[in-house]
């Protein structure tokens, strides 16, 4: 799975000025007539019956053939100021409409860094039902899904729901656990936005006593006198520090620092519980009353009392202190860069690289806008070896469709094929979050992303003109076999298939 | 009359066995017909008594399994110490020996047992146990304590045994999306199958055929992992139109679970199909399906007894589907999970990450009975955890050498004390 060498000038790729006839590409691939013939008769215009097709007479893109590679490995396009925008739009983002790739364009790689950085994010609109779901009227959980993926698609904002999905990866939860009966999932996406691109330290409190959180990894259930160790790990392996970083003797005495939080309550939880009571025949709990605000309460009661080693450290702990405590280690800014740079820049990041932000990372105290910065104007960024070298998950995938399609794709389609790919919302696999990059490929999602191509086409009332897609989308950049089947086709319904389901559209 | 019957090694066999599949590009015209000839030298195999066909099954059961809630010490008052209300399990258990009890929702496991059918392994472990969930899987799917491998010692096996590049169904996890640790092997080719009945292309016919030409030759890093991903695809797609007309459930399986939450996996569903892979002759040899939701950090006592229960119904349909088809003597299942849980119970009755735990492993090929050490509550560690008795990958030997007849050494590194519970092969 080695690559071959990459050219490493971007400013020369290979492919650069050749611009062969569909002919000479056809040839030079070694396609014969009947594969041609067989391609056309592929069945696509069967593919949506009822679907308005438009006549044959839309031009065979050849232009799709100028970034044919001769070598083993894509040739990168990134010395060119448009390929450049592409790729922060569809690593920074999820992708572009057509309209958006051309704002950007216009704009240029710098002032679209700017303007997506410093735009303040707009906020999703509110989910109906949700801070008031209860027992009896819990978030379902496709609306849920689907209420944030038709924001993604949406959003004037997308780098911060770009942003929001990291997070939810990185301070993952699931509805599961945390149940929909309450309102703490939902509630979670909200702080998770507003803390996106804030001071790191500042989101890392936010997520220690965040209810959601509190659920997920039980620190809303511990207490000085028996801890509960579920956080206390999980807040230096997974979220900070990395594994190898602490003792066992730490996470005990995390637990113990730790410990003390609850869960607050809302008016629709206290009914539920009133009408537990009853229907169990015992009285309502004394003293229940809802809590006013969205996040953990602390019972200095549950907590404990008494100085604890932490981390070399020993004194008498609270939150902030244990959190202080870990944001000084040294681990944590690599900890983090890394995984940015595997979401962002590449699945295998340079160690050098990797300090080099991580410094800026600390310089800055820790400030998510400024890193985020510093990954997108690197040098690394728009790099050759960088062009491809990323993997779609499933959501940007399919949010990048309907993007790509600039129309109307259901988002609840989307929240349901999510699951069959790897990646459902607020249901991530494991406390770890979701895999990355070569991880999304298996027979199993590899099929499922090509169905989702076939099932979104399938479910248009007609289907947008190509016109220059394979320029907008994809760079003009692709294999031979996808320009033979590109140049073979003749209505648009089969090159958006084409283009969706090509191995081009799932790399980032 | 065993292994002098071909006159071939077990691997010569499947070389040979699969040689219409060796190159990819001629599975493009007749892939088709690959399975079905291996199918048909396997049973070929089968009906002379060449002991080339057995099938491994690995449970994985994720999140990290209370050793000490399923395999219950009986009459220990330290335990019950320990577990102020989890210990209570005990007094429901079903007894296998005086000292010991399966959990009470483990009745058709239990069966098996009596029938000798069932051999469980105790005290599994490894030195210098690491509590974090993703670092200890790691370690139990690479087969490699210290962690530095990558690859999955299943996968390894495929591998170093098998020609899996012309058959993708010698290699499948089942209820998944994605290739399960274990099986990971870059020489490996590996077929994972969420739900059988969306595995197809939607569309018309002719996709199958124009996914084929836009997944060839991909350039870049993930170009060969796309290309095989999609060659494996349409050979699966083609292999499942055959398999399920030829199979219907013998058994009951059923996934309709009352879980209090979090596993979403289709444990029954899984394995229903892994028997139509196993019973309909595809070729497959290992298969990995997961069971999630035991990493019972609360309220563990229904949590837990409710995963016991689903985990007993899946498997006892999936052994009765088998036997029903006259399989059951290929097919050797065995669990794994990451780590066992702390003897000590938490204060929201659960409890935290721990050490070693029992292994299963269940089926005709199985010499049952108890195998290892019962773990000593009195004992603890430092940090109040169990001691093992067994090296997991003594496990892993056993599998390797007794049941899939391979070189355990080559793919482990290097020899365990021998655990005996596969039947020796008749002679």
């Known amino acids: ?508 | 009359m065993s292994s002098e019957y071909t006159g071939l090694s077990r691997r010569d066999f499947l070389r040979n066995g699969l040689v219409f599949g060796v190159g990819s590009s001629a599975l493009s015209a007749g892939y088709a017909a690959v399975p079905d000839v291996f199918a048909r030298a396997i049973f070929a195999a089968k009906q002379a008594g060449a002991q080339n066909d057995k099938v491994l099954v690995m449970i994985q059961l994720g999140g990290g399994n209370d050793g000490l809630q399923t395999v219950i010490p009986l009459g220990s008052s330290k335990l019950r110490d320990l577990r102020p209300t989890l210990g209570t399990v005990a007094d429901k258990a079903l007894p296998i020996t005086k000292d010991l009890g399966l959990h009470e929702s483990l009745a058709g496991v239990k069966k098996l047992y009596d029938q000798g059918k069932v051999a469980i392994v105790q005290g599994v472990g490894y030195p210098s146990p690491s509590f974090s969930h993703f670092d200890s899987i790691r370690v139990w799917e690479t087969g490699d304590p210290t962690r530095r491998q990558q690859d999955g010692w299943l996968g390894k096996t495929i591998a170093a045994n098998y020609d899996s590049a012309g058959h993708p169904l010698l290699g499948v996890a089942c209820g998944t999306t994605s290739v399960p640790g274990m099986l990971r092997d870059l020489q490996a080719t590996l077929t994972v199958i969420d739900q059988q009945q969306t595995f197809k292309f939607g569309g018309t016919a002719d996709v199958d055929g124009v996914m084929g030409t836009l997944y060839k030759h991909t350039p870049g890093i993930y170009g060969a992992l796309f290309d095989s991903s999609m060659s494996s695809i349409r050979d699966t797609i083609q292999q499942l139109k055959t398999s399920s007309t030829k199979y219907t459930p013998k058994a009951t399986y059923s996934d309709k679970q009352n879980l209090v939450y979090s596993s979403k996996n289709q444990l029954a569903a899984a394995l229903q199909l892994a028997s139509e892979l196993i019973v309909t002759g595809t070729g497959v040899k290992v298969l990995h399906v997961t069971l999630g939701g035991f990493d019972t950090h609360y309220t563990e006592m229904q949590r837990h007894s409710d995963l016991m229960a689903y985990f007993d119904s899946a498997v006892s349909a999936f052994y009765q589907d088998l036997a029903a088809y006259g399989q059951s003597d290929r097919v050797l299942i065995a669990t794994w999970s990451e780590f066992g849980r702390r003897p000590n119970e938490n204060a929201s009755g659960g409890t935290d990450h721990g050490t070693a735990s029992p292994v299963f492993l269940i089926g005709d090929p199985v010499k049952g009975g108890l195998y290892g050490e019962t773990p000593n509550v009195t004992k603890l560690d430092t940090l109040g955890n169990l001691s093992y008795a067994v090296d997991y990958r003594a496990v892993y030997q056993e599998i390797l050498n007794g049941h899939l007849g391979v070189d355990g050494k080559a793919i482990l590194g290097q020899s365990f004390d021998q655990l005996s519970f596969v039947k020796p092969a008749a002679h």
């Open chain 1, 1 to 508: 799975m080695q690559d071959a060498p990459r050219p490493t000038d971007p400013k020369k790729p290979a492919a650069s000025g050749l611009k062969p006839t569909r002919r000479q590409v056809l040839a030079a691939s070694g396609v014969t007539m009947a594969a041609l013939v067989a391609a056309r008769l592929a069945g696509f215009k069967q593919l949506t019956p009822g679907v308005t097709l438009p006549g044959e007479s839309t031009p065979t893109p050849e232009a799709i053939a100028s970034g044919v590679p001769t070598t083993q490995d894509w040739v990168s396009p990134l010395g060119k100021p448009e390929a450049q925008v592409a790729q922060l739009l569809r690593r920074a983002t999820f992708g572009a409409t057509p309209t958006e790739y051309q704002t950007a364009v216009k704009d240029g790689f710098a002032k679209t860094v700017d303007r997506l950085l410093e735009t303040t994010p707009a906020d999703p609109p509110v989910l109906a039902g949700a801070d008031e779901a209860s027992r009896d009227k819990p978030i379902k959980p496709n609306d849920l899904q689907s209420w944030w993926v038709d924001w993604m698609i949406k959003t004037p904002t997308p780098f911060a729901e770009r942003m929001t999905l990291f997070w939810h990866g990185h301070f993952t939860s699931d509805y599961r656990k945390v149940t929909p009966q309450t309102p703490y999932i939902y509630w979670q996406n909200l702080t998770w936005r507003k803390m996106a691109l804030g001071k790191f330290r500042d989101m890392l409190y936010q997520v220690t006593i965040d209810p959601g959180m509190l659920r997920y990894l039980d620190l809303g259930q511990s207490t000085g006198k028996a801890p509960n160790e579920n956080y206390s790990r999980e807040v230096m392996e997974l979220f900070t520090m990395g594994v190898g970083t602490f003792t066992e003797d730490d996470v005990r005495a995390a637990a113990k620092a730790l410990a003390g939080w609850r869960e607050p309550l809302t008016p629709a939880m206290v009914d539920d519980m009133i009408k537990i009571a009853q229907e169990r025949g015992r009285p309502a709990p004394r003293n229940l009353s809802a809590d006013t605000v969205k996040t953990g309460i602390f019972e200095q009661r549950n907590a404990y009392v008494g100085a604890v080693k932490y981390l070399g450290e020993t004194r008498q702990w609270d939150t902030n202190a244990v959190l202080d405590k870990i944001v000084a280690q040294d681990s944590v800014a690599p900890f983090i860069v890394n995984k940015v740079a595997e979401e962002f820049v590449s699945s295998a990041p340079d160690a050098a690289y990797v300090k080099r932000l991580a410094d800026n990372f600390r310089r800055t105290k820790y400030d998510m806008k400024s890193l985020m910065k510093s990954v997108f104007t690197s040098p690394e960024f728009l790099a050759a070896p960088s062009y491809r070298a990323l993997m779609k998950s499933p959501t940007e995938l399919m949010v990048s469709s309907a993007k790509a399609l600039a129309v109307n794709v259901s988002s609840q389609q989307i929240a349901r094929a999510g699951d069959g790919m790897g990646q459902g919302l607020f249901d991530p696999p494991e406390v770890g979050g979701w895999p990355s990059n070569g991880s999304w490929v298996s027979t199993n999602n590899v099929l499922a992303r090509v169905n989702f191509a076939i099932n979104t086409l399938s479910a248009l009332q007609s289907v947008p003109a190509f016109k220059n897609a394979h320029a907008v989308q994809l760079d003009s950049v692709v294999s031979q076999d996808t320009a033979q089947l590109l140049n073979a086709t003749t209505d648009d319904a089969s090159r958006w298939l084409i283009l969706l389901a090509s191995p081009e559209f799932q790399l980032k």
